[in-house]
């Protein structure tokens, strides 16, 4: 019998209970066994809605109050000295305090580093090895958490990190080595894992390797082989390894020889692996098709599906045939169930967690030949319509999408003679300062926003509102001597969800909500179809500002890559298409800004290099179509309209070519917490344009004196021509306060003077 299995369910209840469970227990107004009955509701939750849909495989373990690297390091006993861990169970708090820092009485340690689950938007802590790192079983949560399911009549699939995937996430703090070194002192602690868990009465257990989605080295490949030799010998238990988020290319032939007793593809992204796989499977591995989207929000083609499933099912027969998401559902928000306000046509193209374990039993039972018709037919007749809804298909859209040419991805001329035009219309002093747009969100400015939403606010009293912020604002920056000023995007909830909302083709849920990192999650927009910008998003509030003053105002907006990034996008057409539709949008209201008079503009692009395919030999067509896609949005003004862009923490090394291809005038990045280092890629590669090399880390309350200032953009006049840097803080202020924000700014502006000083002396 195929079996209906999932990689992963998402954690955090259908109305944030976690969030609201982890915040208060931070605060003091939840006790420890609140949290954790709070975790135990989820739990049971989440393992009962999966029986009931019909589940056979439900995995455990997926379930944290944080994150589940974060849970592997404690379980393998990886925590780093500073938090004064000696040995035995890592408790909840230290675990905490690896997440977040601490500083609480003689206790003072950073947090862990946090950074990208791969190509997701979830974020992970990121483990720590040194010449020291020994490894010990140090967590009981992943057999309290079977043992609780079993008392509910559940026997779970445990789901842990792969050995290989575990050290290549984590990085050497200490001393030079190659991680993969550190795999003959973990394999026993696993060994131990898998031991007991056969010993509590667990038949199957996850092995999450997505490392086979990336290129691999040699050492990885070894290491690999290695490790599930020896994992597969651990008796009484199945293995079964999964790997996500690509197909497996090259490292097809050492997937499918892997000794286990199940492996998982992941179907979506890499649909064409399903015969290869099949067929070199050995006799004694079942395979798991991931072909249900663990990652996007629309129904699944369950015909074609059925058609995929079939085939495999003719290759290794139902006793070796597991049907599931290609990755773990913690990246799809929970459920439909709860969204009133989308209306019935839209909903019925969607699939979140919960819809899509439904799909998943439907595919396994319908491997078997239990096909359920109506479920089928339904699914047939929902696609047919969302292909053809009138709601996705703009003809004027696809039509100026289709007439683009080569001009309309050109500045009229190149960045040396725009920026002559730029001097003299603008007349800036070297070294000019500027911010990066927003300005703190203090509570007023939610609560007039909370109150408007809600319809307790008028249009009339909340734009009065915003025109005083404003106001404030300008005349803050004229006081303290900037350059070029900025509105303060006191209108704005957030960067994508304010163009989001403004554009057609997109639509909102009410309780969408997707883990980024520990308790902050984020509600993505959905692209449904074509995008177009019905009339002006920002031209209102950058004219009124400039109103304000004599001094030069920057237009404020997002680049269409991060629109798309940080999006649900539609799966039925290329995402390089989607793009190229939202470009012409930004396009259309930058020209609108330059027609009422703002001289710059600025187009952020925060999430450019996160977008990088996860195999090097894919970057080349992504970097193509993303660098395109931002020249197609800034083209449309004229030589004397200067051009910016910003970047938040990047690698730049190895896309600089293509961040000098986006042809900017300016771009900003964060440069300060690296002491410049980032700069280096803008440095060697001698960046044509102008650069805003970040002095003032927003992410810290600190306040940075002067001289700290002054010092970074000595050591970037050092290495880059004096004319073309530019003052500017790493990153957008909006998280900040007040109190922070004023000296720091103050300083800035008073660095820069001192620099024009030196400079001319020189
Ligand atoms: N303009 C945005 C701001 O200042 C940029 C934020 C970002 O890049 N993350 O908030
Ligand atoms: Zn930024």
Request: with cysteine; aromatic share 8%.
């Amino acid at each position: 019998m195929t079996i209906a299995q999932n990689l992963g369910f998402p954690r955090i209840g259908e109305k944030r209970e976690l969030k609201k469970a982890t915040e208060a227990y931070w605060k003091g107004d939840l006790d420890r066994a609140g949290l954790e009955s709070a975790g135990a509701e989820l739990r049971k939750s989440n393992w009962e809605k999966q029986k009931a849909a019909g589940i056979d495989l439900i995995p455990s373990n997926d379930f944290s109050y944080y994150d589940h690297m974060l849970d592997m390091m404690c379980l393998v006993g990886n925590v780093p000295e500073r938090f004064g861990w000696s040995g035995g169970d890592v408790d909840l708090d230290t675990r905490f305090a690896i997440a977040r820092g601490i500083q609480d009485g003689n206790k003072d340690a950073i947090a862990a580093e946090m950074t990208k689950w791969f190509d997701t938007n979830y974020h992970y802590q990121v483990p720590e090895f040194t010449p020291d790192t020994t490894f010990a079983l140090s967590s009981t949560k992943v057999f309290d958490e079977f043992e609780e399911a079993k008392q509910l009549g559940i026997t779970t699939k445990p789901v842990l990190v792969g050995p290989v995937t575990f050290l290549t996430l984590g990085k050497v703090t200490e001393g030079d080595f190659d991680k993969m070194s550190l795999l003959d002192q973990l394999l026993p602690v696993y060994e131990q894992i898998l031991g007991k868990l056969a010993e509590q009465g667990a038949e199957w257990v996850q092995l999450d390797e997505p490392v086979f989605s990336l290129d691999l080295s040699k050492a990885q490949q070894d290491a690999l082989r290695k490790a599930y030799d020896r994992l597969s010998k651990v008796s009484g238990i199945q293995l079964l390894v999964a790997n996500y988020f690509n197909d497996l290319a090259d490292n097809l032939d050492l997937f499918t020889s892997l000794p286990v007793h199940a492996l998982h593809i992941d179907a979506v992204r890499g649909f064409n692996d399903i015969e290869p796989v099949a067929d070199r499977l050995s006799n004694n591995t079942a395979l798991s098709v991931g072909i249900v989207d663990g990652r996007n929000i629309w129904k699944t083609d369950l015909e074609k599906a059925l058609a995929a499933i079939k085939t495999a099912h003719s290759k290794v027969g139902g006793d070796r045939l597991m049907v599931g998401p290609a990755c773990s559902l913690l990246h799809t928000p929970v459920t439909l169930r709860n969204e009133a306000k989308l209306d019935e046509e839209f909903k019925s193209w969607l699939a979140f967690a919960e819809e899509k374990l439904d799909e998943i039993v439907f595919l396994a039972r319908a491997a078997d030949g239990k096909v359920d018709e109506q479920m089928l037919a339904s699914n047939k007749e929902a696609l047919a319509n969302r292909a053809e809804s009138a709601r996705i298909h703009d003809q004027a859209v696809q039509r100026r999408a289709a007439g683009i040419t080569a001009k309309d991805y050109e500045r009229q001329s190149p960045y040396a003679e725009r920026a002559q035009k730029q001097q003299a219309k603008l007349g800036l002093p070297a070294f000019p300062t500027t911010t990066i747009g927003s300005f703190p969100q203090t509570q007023d400015v939610r609560k007039a926003r909370a109150a408007h939403k809600k319809g307790k606010m008028s249009d009339a009293e909340y734009d009065a509102f915003l025109e005083k912020k404003i106001q404030e604002a300008v005349k803050m920056q004229e006081d303290m001597g900037f350059d070029m000023l900025v509105h303060g995007e006191f209108e704005r909830n957030d960067m994508v969800e304010y163009f989001g909302e403004k554009m057609s083709g997109y639509a909102f849920t009410q309780f969408g909500w997707v883990q980024s990192y520990g308790s902050r999650y984020v509600k993505p927009p959905i692209i449904f179809g074509d995008v177009s910008r019905p009339e002006p998003m920002t031209v209102k509030w950058s004219k009124y500002a400039q109103s304000l003053t004599n001094k030069p105002m920057k237009g404020m907006l997002t680049g269409p890559v991060t629109m798309v990034q940080w999006a649900f996008v539609r799966d039925d057409q290329p995402r390089s298409e989607t793009v190229k539709q939202v470009a012409l949008g930004i396009r259309d209201e930058i020209v609108d800004l330059e027609a009422a008079g703002l001289a710059a503009i600025q187009c952020d692009e925060a999430a450019f290099r996160e977008g990088l395919p996860l195999r090097r030999a894919d970057w080349a067509e992504y970097l193509d179509w993303a660098t395109k896609s931002f020249r197609l949005a800034a083209s449309g003004v004229r030589d004397e309209t200067q051009v910016h862009t910003h970047m938040c923490y990047s690698e730049f090394n190895d896309i600089i070519e293509a961040i000098a291809d986006m042809d900017a005038d300016c771009i900003s990045i964060e440069t300060s917490r690296s002491q410049m280092e980032l700069l280096d890629a803008f440095v060697k590669f001698q960046y044509p344009n102008e650069i805003g090399p970040g002095v003032y880390d927003i992410h810290s309350p600190r306040v940075p004196e002067k001289q700290e200032m002054v010092q970074l953009l000595e050591k970037a006049r050092d290495v880059l021509p004096a004319d073309r840097i530019w003052v500017n803080p790493d990153c957008g202020l909006k998280t900040r306060g007040w109190a922070e924000v004023k000296p720091a700014l103050q300083h800035m502006v008073e660095a820069a003077k001192e620099l024009r000083e030196t400079t001319k002396a020189a």
